[in-house]
């Protein structure tokens, strides 16, 4: 079964500034997806980022950008010029690329709560 | 884009009733649907998953006689939480897969049961 960690419960960044949050998997598949998504306090869920593992470029969605790396099976997220509706809860997710009755099952991390100073 | 709509947003009940939440892809079909449940500041769990046309697949250790889904078309499916405890009360989010598509879910609102 595959697994989704996310090591920082909670992170925190000033306006305007860089924060990166870490994610690290575990599977045994060759073909997946990786997700950020992020879930404001009105707990609607929020597609940031996606990045198909076959693909070597890293995935950029204006002012965030992931990190990564296959072998390592780590996939960070990288939000630049941090603005306060960017406090959120972040979650990393992983989904296989095999079909099936349950195409598209996402498997999450515990998520990392971000707070952004002003 | 592709909309999915969760109803109600809240609800209260009393202990021992039962409560259907619903799960609407409004402008596609959804051949697969997946419940969630999440608690305050923790990740979602996946409770299981509903296909169109057949039973749904239950997650382990979660009760299918407690949470009942139904997947009647393609553009609906709904969780019915029976005889309801406080333990119960929870945040319910649903997602639904695209017929076709990529794969890529798309989330409902959430629905937040309240067992008194």
């Known amino acids: 079964a595959q697994t989704v960690t996310q090591s920082q419960p909670e992170m925190s960044v000033q306006e305007a500034e860089t924060v990166t949050l870490s994610c690290t998997y575990d599977?045994?598949?060759?073909?997946?997806?990786l997700f950020w998504y992020k879930q404001p306090p009105s707990r609607q869920m929020i597609l940031v980022i996606r990045?198909?593992?076959?693909?070597?470029q890293n995935a950029t969605e204006n002012r965030f950008s992931v990190n990564f790396q296959k072998a390592a099976k780590s996939f960070s997220l990288k939000i630049s010029d941090s603005q306060l509706g960017d406090a959120a809860m972040y979650f990393c997710?992983?989904?296989?690329?095999?079909?099936?009755?349950?195409?598209?099952?996402?498997?999450f991390g515990q998520g990392t709560i971000l707070t952004v100073h002003p | 884009g592709a909309v999915v709509s969760q109803h109600p947003s809240r609800v209260i009940c009393k202990s021992g009733t039962s409560v259907k939440i619903e799960c609407r892809s409004l402008?596609?079909?959804?051949?697969?649907m997946f419940w969630y449940r999440q608690f305050p500041k923790q990740s979602l769990m996946l409770m299981a998953t509903?296909?169109?046309?057949?039973?749904?697949?239950?997650e382990q250790g979660v009760e299918k006689d407690k949470f009942l889904i139904n997947h009647a078309s393609l553009t609906l499916s709904t969780l019915t939480v029976t005889s309801a405890h406080p333990e119960d009360s929870s945040f319910y989010i649903c997602?639904?897969?695209?017929?076709?598509?990529?794969?890529?879910?798309?989330f409902g609102e959430g629905s937040r049961l309240t067992v008194l």
């Open positions: 997602s639904a897969s695209r017929t076709g598509g990529t794969g890529e879910l798309f």
């Open positions: 599977t045994s598949e060759s073909d997946y997806y």
């Open positions: 990045q198909e593992a076959y693909k070597q």
């Open positions: 997710a992983y989904r296989s690329g095999l079909g099936g009755t349950s195409y598209g099952k996402l498997t």
């Open positions: 402008d596609f079909q959804a051949t697969t």
């Open positions: 509903s296909n169109e046309g057949s039973k749904a697949t239950y």
